[in-house]
Nanobody
Framework: VQLQASGGGLVQAGGSLRLSCAAS????????MGWFRQAQGKEREFVAA????????YYADSAKGRFTISRDNAENTVNLEMNSLRAEDTAVYYC????????????????????WGMGTLVTVSS
């Protein structure tokens, strides 16, 4: 599965941004898609994920109440609506996809995702 993310950019604190990710290739094998991010000098961290068939969503504590993940199975896309953005949300955001069945406990970890996109930069100015 190949992933192409779009929608990153510069936004002021308190503003909103929408990231999108299109999957292509063996999309019939998708079990889940999501987003990780990595700020400069920090480790990569989980942001949000959604299961492909049931549409169950998962969020990092930092994203709850501000970010919303959604999917379009027909278009093989996943979106991340980000509101009330803060300077600490500045990072490169990576679209990810999992094509292997796994346990729920792993869904917020990189181990559940075998496909990674190139990343899109989100910069929030304070």
């Amino acid at each position: 599965v190949q992933l192409q993310a779009s929608g990153g950019g510069l936004v002021q604190a308190g503003g909103s941004l929408r990231l999108s990710c299109a999957a292509s290739g063996r999309t019939f094998s998708l079990w889940r898609m999501g987003w990780f991010r990595q700020a400069q000098g920090k480790e990569r961290e989980f942001v949000a994920a959604i299961t492909w068939k049931g549409g169950h969503s998962y969020y990092a504590d930092s994203a709850k109440g501000r970010f919303t993940i959604s999917r379009d199975n027909a278009e093989n896309t996943v979106n991340l609506e980000m509101n009330s953005l803060r300077a600490e949300d500045t990072a490169v955001y990576y679209c990810v996809a999992g094509t292997v069945l796994t346990v729920e406990e792993l869904l917020t970890t990189p181990h559940a995702y075998d496909c990674w996109g190139m990343g899109t930069l989100v910069t929030v100015s304070s």
